[in-house]
C-alpha cells in the first residue's frame, strides 16, 4: 500500500523512491537497517504530499540529509525517510550579494561557491561532511565558527505543508542545536550573509582546515563525527581520553585512538554495539569526573 500511495505521489520526472531501503547505504557510519521506504521528492508539492499521507495513515517519517550526524538503529525505520539531497541541491549568490543554498546542497559544494563567487566566512563549513539542512538543524560549526554566524533566513517547510520564510533567530540556534526538530520544521533552503574575500584565501585557508581535520580526526573509518556534545568547560575528547578508554571496543565500534571524541565503525559494527560502548564511555567518565556526557549525534528508527 506505502508503494502504491509514493508511486501516485512522486510523478515528476526528478522523484525517486526505494522500498526496503538500507540505512546504512546512507549513514556515514555505515550502519543501520532498512527503512520501510526511501523517498526523493521531485519538487515542493510531492514534499507536501507525502508530508499529507505520512499524517493522514499514521505513518513515521524522518528527513534525511547526509546521514553524517546519524545513528540508524539496526531494525531499521518503520517509516518513510525523505531525502533532499539530490533535488533541493543548489546554491548561488542572489543580486543582493547573499548566497542562497538548498537544504540538500553538501556544505563543501556551498563552501566552494562562495569562494568561486568571492565570499568569505563559510570556510569553516568545507570539511563538515554534511548538508545545508543537517547543518541548520545542528548549528553546525568547527574552528570557532557555526551556522549562526553566517544564516540570515531560512526557508522551511511545516507539518503542515506550509511554506515560511523564517528569519535566523526564530530558529533559536545554539550549542549544536535549534528549534527546527521540535517544531516539526523541514529546511528547505538557507540565504548566508558572507563578505567579499579573495578566492586564492579562502582557497589557503579551506585546504589549512581540511588538513587539520585529516590530522587530527580517523576520517579513515565510518564515523558520525564527534559522538558527545562538549560539556560547559570540558572538552568531551580528552574526558575520554583521560578516563583510559582510547582504544576501547564493543564488538565493532572503538573510541578512536586517534581522536577520543569520535566512535569509529571498524568494521561490522551495529547500531547496538556503539550505544553499549556510548553507554560505558558515559558511566566512565560520569564516574571518574563527575561530568554528564550527552550525545550529539542522533538516532533514527528502532534499536
Ligand atoms: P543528517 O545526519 O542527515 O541529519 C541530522 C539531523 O538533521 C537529523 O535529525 C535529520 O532528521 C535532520 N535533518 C537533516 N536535514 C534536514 C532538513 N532539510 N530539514 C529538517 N531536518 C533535517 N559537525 C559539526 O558541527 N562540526 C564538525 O566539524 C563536524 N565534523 C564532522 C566530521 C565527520 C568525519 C563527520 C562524519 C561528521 C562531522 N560533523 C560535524 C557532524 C555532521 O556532519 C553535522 O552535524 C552535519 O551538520 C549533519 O548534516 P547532515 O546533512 O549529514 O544531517
Known amino acids: 500500500m506505502l508503494e502504491e500511495m509514493l508511486r ?4 515528476s520526472p526528478l522523484s525517486e523512491y526505494r522500498m ?4 546504512s547505504a546512507h549513514t ?41 550526524n546519524l545513528l540508524a538503529g539496526d531494525r531499521g525505520f518503520d517509516g518513510v525517510v525523505i531525502s533532499l539531497e539530490k533535488n533541493w541541491s543548489y546554491c548561488r549568490k542572489e543580486k543582493d550579494g547573499r548566497l542562497r543554498a ?25 570539511g563538515i561532511p554534511g548538508t545545508v539542512g543537517g547543518a541548520l538543524v545542528m548549528n553546525a560549526g568547527a574552528y570557532g565558527s557555526e551556522m549562526k554566524q553566517i544564516l540570515t533566513e531560512a526557508l522551511v517547510m511545516t507539518h503542515e505543508g506550509q511554506v515560511l520564510r523564517l528569519k535566523a ?3 533559536e540556534l545554539g550549542y ?8 516539526g520544521y523541514i529546511v528547505l533552503e538557507g540565504t548566508f550573509w558572507l563578505q567579499p574575500g579573495d578566492p586564492e584565501a579562502i582557497g589557503l585557508l579551506m585546504r ?91 538516532r533514527l528508527g528502532d534499536f
Not at 526496503?20 to 540505512?23: A, I, S, T, Y
Request: charge should be positive; proline fraction near 5%.
Open 8 to 11: 501516485s505521489i512522486g510523478t
Open 20 to 23: 526496503r531501503e538500507p540505512l
Open 28 to 68: 556515514t557510519f555505515r550502519i543501520g537497517g532498512p527503512a520501510a521506504a526511501w523517498f526523493s521528492p521531485g519538487d515542493e508539492r510531492e514534499l507536501a504530499a507525502v508530508l499529507r499521507l505520512c499524517r493522514e495513515h499514521e505513518i513515521p517519517y524522518a528527513i534525511l540529509g547526509n546521514g553524517s
Open 102 to 126: 538548498g537544504a540538500g546542497t553538501l556544505l563543501g559544494n556551498a563552501a566552494r561557491t562562495a569562494q568561486k563567487e568571492r565570499l568569505t566566512g563559510m570556510e569553516f563549513a568545507a
Open 169 to 171: 533567530e526564530e530558529l
Open 176 to 183: 549544536r542545536t535549534s528549534c527546527i526538530p521540535s517544531k
Open 208 to 298: 589549512e582546515l581540511g588538513a587539520r581535520r585529516r590530522e587530527k580526526q580517523p576520517l579513515e573509518y565510518p564515523s558520525a563525527g564527534s559522538t558527545f556534545k562538549r560539556p560547559e568547560g570540558y572538552f568531551a575528547g580528552k574526558l575520554i581520553q583521560d578516563a583510559g578508554l582510547s582504544g576501547f571496543s564493543v564488538g565493532g565500534a572503538q573510541v578512536s585512538e586517534k581522536h577520543c571524541g569520535f566512535v569509529i565503525n571498524r568494521g561490522g559494527a551495529s547500531a547496538a554495539d556503539v550505544l553499549a560502548l556510548c553507554e560505558h564511555v558515559k558511566k566512565q567518565v560520569k564516574d571518574r569526573f563527575g561530568v554528564e556526557l550527552e550525545l550529539e549525534i542522533k
